[in-house]
C-alpha cells in the first residue's frame, strides 16, 4: 500500500532536548510538508521541499530545521530554541509541479509533548 | 495573497438533518478547491475535490460546487450521520503560485448528536 508514515505517534520529551520525528512516503512524490497544529487549531506550514536537497521556510520555521537527502524522507528537527514545542505534527506530500491538482497526502500525525 | 474562508464551529446537528459548512475563497491564479476531514488524533484525508469552475466534488454522500462567480466551495450532505463528526477544512492550490502550497481554512468542527 502506498502512503505516508511518521513515527513515532506520540513523544516526550524533556525542555531543553533536540527531538527529530520521521516521515516516509512511497508514493514517489516530489514535495513534502510539515505542519503544525495546536488543539482547536488550524495547520501552519513549517517547511516544505519540493525536490530533493532543497528546501524552503514555511510561516512558522523559527526552532525548527529539516533535512531533504531522499526523494522519501522528511525528517524535521524540534530543537531547544522552539518556545512551544508541545502540538501535534503533520507530515503530507504531494506530486508537485509536474501534477496539476496537487492535492496533498497526509501521514497519522506525531503528538510531541515537552515535559 | 490567497486566503480561505470558512465558518467557525463547532456546529452541532441532530443525526439525519442537513448539512452545510460556508466556504470561502480568494485567488490570484486558477486555484483547484478541496474539503479535507480529520477524524479526532488522525491526520487529514482528501473528502472531495473540484479542479474548475461548475465542477462538483462528491464523496461519501458529501458535495462541494466550485462556483467562481461567488468564489465559494460550500459544503452540503443531506443527511449527517454520528460518524460524521470530525473537523473540516476547506483549502485550495493555486496554480499561477509555483510553490506547491495549499493554503487551508481555519477548519469547522462538526458534532453530530444521535
Known amino acids: 500500500d502506498g502512503g505516508i508514515t511518521q513515527s513515532p505517534k506520540y513523544l516526550f520529551r524533556k525542555e531543553g532536548q533536540n527531538v527529530t520525528l520521521s516521515c516516509e512516503q512511497n508514493l514517489n512524490h516530489d514535495a513534502m510538508y510539515w505542519y503544525r497544529q495546536d488543539p482547536g487549531q488550524g495547520l501552519r506550514l513549517i517547511y516544505y521541499?519540493?525536490?530533493?536537497?532543497?528546501?524552503q521556510k514555511g510561516d512558522i520555521a523559527e526552532g525548527y530545521s529539516v533535512s531533504r537527502e531522499k526523494k522519501e524522507s522528511f525528517p524535521l528537527t524540534v530543537t531547544s530554541a522552539q518556545k512551544n514545542p508541545t502540538a501535534f505534527y503533520l507530515c503530507?506530500?504531494?506530486?508537485?509541479?509536474?501534477?496539476?491538482?496537487?492535492?496533498?497526502?497526509f501521514g497519522p500525525g506525531t503528538r510531541l509533548t515537552v515535559l | 495573497g490567497d486566503s480561505v474562508t470558512q465558518m467557525e464551529g463547532p456546529v452541532t446537528l441532530s443525526e439525519e438533518a442537513f448539512l452545510t459548512i460556508n466556504c470561502t475563497y480568494t485567488a490570484t491564479g486558477y486555484p483547484s478547491l478541496f474539503w479535507y476531514v480529520q477524524y479526532p488524533g488522525e491526520g487529514l484525508q482528501l473528502l472531495l475535490k473540484?479542479?474548475?469552475?461548475?465542477d462538483k466534488g462528491s464523496n461519501k454522500g458529501f458535495e462541494a460546487t466550485y462556483r467562481k462567480e461567488t468564489t465559494s466551495f460550500h459544503l452540503e450532505k443531506g443527511s449527517v450521520q454520528v460518524s460524521d463528526s470530525a473537523v473540516y477544512f476547506c483549502?485550495?492550490?493555486?496554480?499561477?503560485?509555483?510553490?506547491?502550497?495549499?493554503?487551508f481554512g481555519k477548519g469547522t468542527r462538526l458534532h453530530i448528536l444521535p
Open positions: 483549502a485550495l492550490s493555486d496554480h499561477g503560485n509555483r510553490d506547491d502550497k495549499i493554503i
Open positions: 521541499s519540493q525536490i530533493v536537497n532543497d528546501f
Open positions: 503530507a506530500s504531494s506530486i508537485g509541479t509536474s501534477g496539476y491538482y496537487n492535492e496533498q497526502f
Open positions: 473540484a479542479t474548475k469552475a461548475d
